[in-house]
């Protein structure tokens, strides 16, 4: 089989990792990859961005699978014209990515659909500002959440307690020509369950946690993400089941009765509240760091499962296997991320962070004058396996402080508290 991998991140150099696993291998292409996605696929000069550059390069290769990674390309209708041209295409299309792409919308469908999700206000306009902060935040002591409504790279969400913060934020936005969406703020940890689909069907994969914040304890502003882990030890038995009955398989059908099948990943941000499962936000792909730990966890092959999904094929006694062992991956990022990451610095160690049984994903990175450096805010992504969680972070930790990235930054406490709570419920079993 001959797979075109659209997309430079780390995102996509996880997803091409696993498929270079299959037995067999499939021939592997990317456009335009990034220097750790070259050591597996061979690369093409085609941009996230050139729509018309990814569509000759399918022409040229006739791929039997194109996987298209990164949301904008999505949202701006790359599988559509790609499928015009006659190609296979795992992601879906302009229409059915605006469930990403435009938030307001993704609350319209999950009324619809009768998915349970946050309270929310779309604000257009600064003197509605006040008022929907007051209908969605009655009580003075509760979280403001304010949301971007549109594309923001995981970067676009403010949560405070501070309402001037809260409000500078969104007339930030609506000065930039956006809109806002003003959220009831979600108790609860928060879990990641991708899902695929094929237009009709739906099969889940393994949930994750990933982390936001850019530093430890969830301090500092928010970010693509900094770290993850799966699987979930504390997670409620049948979750995944859950998800599907409430959350996809509504959402899915709703969008097949409005026309817009949705073929790909459905990416449900989750968060287990007090009142029960609520959808924080749907995603249109796999998501980055979440989608390093969940790949490296899973056992069967994924080349044949994407392809199902964009033939339509999938089925319902479709049975995914998974390791036992647990995966963390943590997040180096370049000095000023995410405000303001710098690039052009050099990146050494990786050889000796995979000596330590890690391996090293590359997000942002380049290559200068033959030597290897930081193109991006978050640069490598480090992933580690381990019997438990605490075996997987400490090798992951130690496989990330092997790497030289001068002025880089990176999480200490990725997977910390659920791996001393597993690790306490075992001691008190065994008691």
Not at 69 to 87: K, Q
Not at 207 to 217: G, V
Not at 306 to 335: F, H, K, N, Y
Not at 346 to 367: K, M, N, R, S, Y
């Amino acid at each position: 089989m001959k797979i075109l991998i659209i997309g430079s991140g780390g995102r996509e150099h996880a997803i091409i990792r696993r498929l270079a696993a299959d037995s067999p291998a499939p021939e592997l292409h990317a456009a335009p990859g990034n220097p750790g996605i070259a050591q597996l696929a061979t690369c093409h000069d085609a941009a996230v961005t050139d729509l018309d550059a990814q569509v000759r390069l399918a022409d040229r290769l006739q791929p039997d699978l194109v996987v298209i990674g990164p949301e904008a390309p999505l949202v701006a209708g790359a599988a559509d014209r790609l499928r015009e041209a006659g190609h296979t295409v795992f992601g879906p299309s302009a229409a059915a990515a605006v469930l990403e792409g435009s938030k307001s919308w993704a609350k319209e469908i999950m009324a619809a659909a009768g998915v349970p999700t946050a309270a929310s206000v779309t604000v257009t306009a600064r003197e509605q500002l006040e008022p929907g902060l007051d209908r969605i935040n009655p009580l003075a002591d509760v979280p403001y959440v304010v949301k971007a409504d549109g594309l923001a790279a995981g970067k676009g969400v403010v949560v405070t307690e501070d309402r001037t913060a809260a409000i500078t934020h969104a007339v930030a936005v609506l000065t930039a020509g956006g809109s806002v969406v003003l959220e009831e703020f979600l108790d609860g940890p928060e879990v990641s369950l991708f899902c695929l689909s094929d237009g009709t069907r739906v099969v889940p994969l393994a949930p994750a946690q990933d982390f936001k914040r850019a530093l430890d304890d969830d301090e500092g502003p928010n970010t693509g993400g900094m770290g993850a882990y799966s699987p979930l030890p504390w997670a409620p038995e049948g979750l995944a089941e859950e998800v599907l009955e409430k959350v996809a398989r509504p959402t899915i059908a709703e969008l097949a009765s409005r026309g817009i099948p949705f073929v790909g990943v459905l990416y449900c941000g989750l968060a287990l509240t007090s009142r029960g499962m609520r959808v924080i936000e749907f995603n249109a792909r796999f998501g980055d760091p979440e989608t390093q730990v969940v790949l490296e966890r899973l056992a069967s092959p994924l080349a044949p499962l994407l392809l199902d999904a964009a033939r339509g094929e999938l089925t319902a006694e479709t049975d995914l296997a998974w390791s036992e062992d647990s995966a963390v991956t943590v997040v180096l990022a370049s000095a000023g991320y995410p405000a303001a990451a710098r690039s052009g610095d050099p990146i050494t160690g990786i050889d000796a962070a995979e000596q330590l049984g890690a391996h090293v994903i590359h997000a942002g990175t380049a290559t200068m004058d033959g030597a290897l450096v930081s193109a991006g805010g978050r640069v490598l992504s480090v992933v580690a396996t381990g019997e438990d969680l605490e075996a997987a972070r400490s090798r992951a930790l130690s496989a990330t402080e092997a790497i030289r990235l001068e002025g880089s930054h990176h999480r200490t406490d990725i997977a910390r508290r659920a791996a001393a709570d597993a690790q306490a419920a075992s001691e008190e079993m065994n008691a």
